[in-house]
């Protein structure tokens, strides 16, 4: 049986400030309609059979993956929820573990959510060719056939090929190499990038795991034996896997077992590492350029223009990258945007929610946008998806008035329930018990005034939370 396993722990930094901690790139509609993590998972119809696949993604972004997955009318394996990143290897072991329960012979096909790939046929032909590989207890990796001399991939060296079959074994992991080492890989025709796919068998990779690295086969079996299932998630154990060493499956398997083994895959695969590969796989106009939202350019040539909410206006650029959203702007030359992580790096230490949040944050009844906030007040406008409701909470440090501009609200106050609708509003006193409610079936709009001595999200206690949180 082929159970994909997704794996959706990354951040994305370096496509700030689309991409943000708690919002990053996999979950992003970047190219087309469809989310990285949703075309990851639909490129595998090609495949011919229906899968369920075994997401493993961060607990903060649960509820994302889950309503992701809805869209598309898909059910997952499960969802494994990761106290904190511990790196792939951690990730995919617990995946395996919790498979081999269900399935003894499941094979594992361990993709990314968050890369390109163009050429679908071609890659799904490809994952079958992997099969009989992974079948005869080979840890199949997917090297990607090189285009030019890139420096920002590990590379994979092939030796002799695998009798009756499109693989070689694995000589050696290179890591990320100078331009003048990558030019001579490229040129030898005997290397490939390294894509971070797999396919092999899950009690294969258990077995190489605890042989080379038993520390983490222990704290991920200790992790996935205390996990609770909590309504569609499966949550880790936090204590082991806290406690698990952070390391990547190369690192710790691949780069020591025998059984390595890579297929070459030539299908139009990036993994959107920063601003220049997203130009790269866009479609350019004839002056090279990527123009997307509400954008005016005069004078621009082979740069990437993305507006988000306002009118970008830009004369005279060459190779820039322009990003526009709510609450931030990016300007960078094209050669400098593997520095985006440094300005990431940056708003963390001084503590700015811009690296994390954007201004419309998303929650699992619906979101809310910051509109205006000052020293003691704060607007929101709130939507609530129908059938959808608010945890019944209450705040110690301040007020709030909702005013309804679309929808019926149905409105817990103290001991009163009541409905409203558009143009009318309530007063929500400090300190007193409150939930709000979507009960139509179109979305719930309202404008919250919060006025108070301190208007932090922290300030929230819950009674009830139908989400668990």
């Not at 060296?157 to 694995?170: F, H, L, M, N």
């Amino acid at each position: 049986m082929l159970i994909p396993v997704i794996l959706s722990g990354g951040v994305g930094s370096r496509l700030w400030p689309l991409s943000r901690e708690h919002y990053p790139k996999q979950l992003l509609a970047l190219v087309g309609n469809n989310t990285l993590l949703q075309d990851t998972i639909l490129r595998l119809a090609g495949l011919g059979q229906p899968l369920r696949p075994l997401m493993v993604c961060n607990e903060s972004h649960r509820f994302l993956v889950a309503e992701q997955l809805r869209v598309l009318n898909l059910q997952a394996e499960n969802i494994l929820l990761e106290p904190s990143g511990r790196n792939t290897a951690p990730a995919v072991a617990v995946a395996a573990l919790h498979a081999v329960q269900q399935h003894p012979d499941a094979l594992l096909l361990v993709l990314p959510a968050d890369h390109i790939i163009t050429a679908t046929e071609q890659f799904c032909s490809t994952l079958k060719q992997a099969i009989p590989l992974a079948e005869a207890n080979y840890l199949v990796t997917f090297g990607i056939v090189p285009n030019c001399a890139e420096t920002g991939y590990g590379y994979i060296k092939a030796a002799q090929t695998i009798p009756q079959t499109q693989g070689y074994k694995v000589e050696k992991f290179v890591e990320k190499p100078n331009l003048a080492t990558a030019q001579h890989y490229v040129e030898s025709g005997e290397y490939y990038w390294n894509s971070g796919m797999f396919l092999f068998k899950a009690s294969r990779y258990l077995e190489e795991l605890e042989k080379f690295a038993p520390a983490i086969f222990a704290a991920c079996q200790q992790a996935l034996s205390h996990a609770t299932q909590d309504q569609d998630f499966l949550r880790l154990d936090a204590n082991a896997f806290n406690n698990c060493p952070s390391d990547s499956i190369d690192y710790a398997v691949m780069e020591h077992t025998e059984a390595a083994a890579v297929l070459p895959l030539d299908a139009g695969w990036s993994d959107v590492g920063a601003w220049t590969a997203l130009w790269a796989v866009s479609a350019q106009d004839k002056q090279g350029n990527v123009l997307l939202g509400d954008v005016i350019a005069e004078n621009v040539k082979n740069s990437y223009l993305r507006a988000e909410y306002r009118l970008l206006a830009a004369i005279g650029l060459d190779n820039h990258i322009v990003i526009e959203t709510a609450d931030a702007v990016l300007v960078a030359h094209k050669d400098q945007v593997q520095d985006v992580k440094k300005i990431v790096t940056h708003l963390k230490n001084t503590a700015r929610q811009e690296a994390d949040l954007h201004r419309k944050v998303h929650r699992p009844w619906g979101t809310y946008e910051n509109i205006d906030v000052e020293s003691r007040f704060q607007v929101k406008r709130i939507m609530v998806k129908p059938g959808s409701s608010l945890s019944l909470q209450m705040h110690h440090h301040r007020s709030e008035h909702w005013i309804v501009v679309k929808g019926t609200a149905k409105v817990t106050c103290g001991e009163d329930t009541f409905l409203m609708t558009e143009n009318q509003s309530t007063y929500i006193p400090l300190g007193v018990k409150h939930r709000l409610e979507n009960p139509g079936k179109i979305p719930l709009e309202i404008v919250e005034i919060q006025s108070g001595a301190y208007l932090g999200e922290d300030d929230i206690i819950r009674f009830e939370d139908i989400y668990g949180r």
